[in-house]
């Protein structure tokens, strides 16, 4: 099974700064099949990311998803108010299971 | 619209069965994987298995595999997951999600509470 690890655990950045978070795969990502969520207190999760790279429907283009093999970033290049969340990443290559990271908390400073 | 809706929370005691729903609609429910995932209070997301509607195939995360039983009727687009013996760390939220990996849409969630 593959263990998706998450860097940092909390990262304290304001408003307009770039903030880059890592997701870091115990095994290579198959077809890099990885995928980025956002989870705000309260709410359901949100698909950013997906194929490492690909922007889901109505994703603002701040959010930049990058990597392959066992090395996934997902950048946000300017952070709005409404950025401040935890982020979740999840492995969907080969068989599974699916596991997501443990998160990271993207807080404000 | 694509919606997944779940039922209602459930407030149960240890040892005590449990069946959950989530019924989508607006499109096409045998031709997506429906995942589950569990969210305990303040943690993170844990996949905990999916379901193939078409012919109820399921793959289960080895920390699940034995304590849930995930399963479908596509006769009424719902897909379940039950437990047969609840125990107080099976308190949490519970999602369903479409897809097993690149979720696009997500149930509101279930929140299970299990406690004596």
């Known amino acids: 099974e593959i263990v998706l690890t998450q860097s940092p655990g909390t990262l304290s950045l304001s408003p307009g700064q770039r903030a880059i978070l890592s997701c870091r795969a115990s095994?290579?990502?198959?077809?890099?099949?990885l995928a980025w969520y956002q989870q705000k207190p309260g709410q359901v999760p949100r698909l950013l990311i997906y194929g490492a790279s690909t922007r889901a429907t109505g994703i603002p283009d701040r959010f930049i998803g990058s990597g392959s093999g066992t090395d996934f970033t997902l950048t946000i290049s300017r952070l709005e108010p409404e950025d401040f969340a935890v982020y979740y990443c999840q492995q969907y290559g080969s068989s599974p299971p699916y596991p997501f990271g443990q998160g990271t908390k993207l807080e404000i400073k | 619209e694509v919606q997944l809706v779940q039922s209602g929370t459930e407030v149960k005691k240890p040892g005590e069965s449990l069946r959950i729903s989530c019924k989508g609609s607006g499109y096409s429910f045998t031709s997506y994987w429906i995942s589950w995932v569990r969210q305990m209070p303040g943690k993170g997301l844990e996949w905990m298995g999916r379901?193939?509607?078409?012919?109820?195939?399921?793959n289960y995360s080895p920390s699940f595999q034995g304590h849930v039983t995930i399963s479908a009727d596509k006769s009424i687009s719902t897909a379940y997951v039950q437990w047969s013996g609840l125990k107080a760390s099976d308190t949490a939220m519970y999602y369903c999600?479409?897809?097993?990996?690149?979720?696009?849409?997500w149930g509101q969630g279930t929140l299970v509470t299990v406690s004596s």
């Open positions: 095994q290579s990502v198959s077809g890099s099949y």
């Open positions: 999600a479409r897809g097993s990996g690149r979720v696009d849409y």
């Open positions: 379901i193939d509607p078409s012919d109820s195939y399921t």
